[in-house]
């Protein structure tokens, strides 16, 4: 398995922009999560999805930020408009898991480092 | 609320020798218990998960402890190498998705 995919690896934007984020997680896998990193502030959970529906988007930090789960293999996470506040690496990991979910591990993707000039 | 110490932040060892790093929680009431190592520039790694009915998990030179009573976890490296410097984050799951991350201990190991 080529594990969780995360595309693009870098992006630079001005602030303002509309900014996507995507990620692929691993085949089989039925939940999701989205994180985004700092040095202030370290991992924070985003948003959390379960067989494609959000259950906890109480992360999310504000309405420029919107993410999406058409189907089980692909995910967005979207900023409109872009702010220098909001580079970071944004993670998105998958997770195994029916019912016990708590036994299974995340896996992470490589990441999205972010810079918002 | 749940929250996760790790100490030291920082911490560097010439190859070899045998470290811990440490990890600490506030809610004894925890699902499970993992160590993720992150690379500079890269993902995270799970490299060991404690249920909360275990006492520890073992994978090669890796070692982890869990004892809730007292709200601890350590990582026991035995005979370090350069390769595993990295950032080493601890995670608590408390539910059956949200996990509460220390803020990691950065691991060099000297040559």
């Known amino acids: 398995d080529a594990g969780v995919i995360q595309s693009p690896r870098h992006e630079v934007t001005e602030m303002g922009q509309e900014v996507t984020l995507r990620c692929k997680p691993i085949?089989?896998?039925?939940?999701l999560f989205w994180y985004r990193q700092t040095m202030m502030r370290g991992l924070e959970l985003l948003i959390y999805?379960?067989?494609?529906?959000?259950?906890?988007d109480s992360g999310m930090p504000e309405d420029r930020f919107s993410a999406k789960m058409p189907n089980a293999s692909f995910s967005t996470l979207k900023i409109q408009p872009s702010e220098p506040r909001d580079s970071a690496v944004y993670f998105c990991?998958?997770?195994?898991?029916?019912?016990?979910?708590?036994?299974?591990?995340?896996?992470f993707g490589p990441g999205t480092r972010l810079l918002v000039l | 609320k749940q929250e996760v110490t790790q100490i030291p932040a920082a911490l560097s060892v010439p190859e070899g020798e045998n470290l811990v790093l440490n990890c600490s929680f506030t809610?004894?009431?925890?699902?499970?218990l993992q160590w993720f190592r992150q690379d500079p520039g890269k993902g995270l790694t799970s490299l060991l998960l404690?249920?909360?009915s275990q006492r520890e998990q073992t994978s090669g030179r890796l070692n982890a402890s869990l004892d809730k009573s007292s709200g601890r976890s350590t990582l026991y490296i035995a005979a370090s190498q350069p390769g595993d410097s990295a950032t080493y984050l601890c995670?608590?799951?408390?539910?059956?998705?949200?996990?509460?991350w220390g803020a990691g201990t950065k691991l060099i190991i000297k040559p």
């Open positions: 990991a998958s997770r195994a898991g029916q019912g016990d979910e708590w036994r299974e591990t995340q896996y």
């Open positions: 085949s089989g896998h039925n939940s």
């Open positions: 999805f379960n067989n494609n529906v959000p259950i906890d």
């Open positions: 809610d004894s009431a925890i699902y499970n």
């Open positions: 404690i249920q909360s």
């Open positions: 995670a608590v799951g408390g539910s059956n998705y949200q996990l509460i």
